[in-house]
């Protein structure tokens, strides 16, 4: 499963972890990703998403119709 949120976009972001000698070794922070599973009624079917925890709040808000349209907007297949 890759580190990226199919809504949102969201991938890893990288930088350094400094001790306290103050020496620096790279580290990435990783998204919080969840797959979810979603009943989609248009389409009669579930689809599964890759979310970051923030995106699942919005697919809550915005509704799951809206939100396969905002995945499918950004290119990814579902």
Known sequence: ???????????????NTVSHSHR????RWDPNIQSRR????SE???????????????????GIEAAVARVRARGERI
């Open 1 to 15: 499963m890759s580190a990226h949120c199919q809504l949102t976009g969201v991938k890893p972001v990288f930088g």
């Open 24 to 27: 620096r070794t790279r580290r």
């Open 44 to 62: 009669n079917r579930y689809v599964r998403l890759t979310l970051s925890t923030r995106a699942i709040k919005t697919v809550d808000k915005i």
């Open 38 to 41: 979603y009943w989609l009624p």
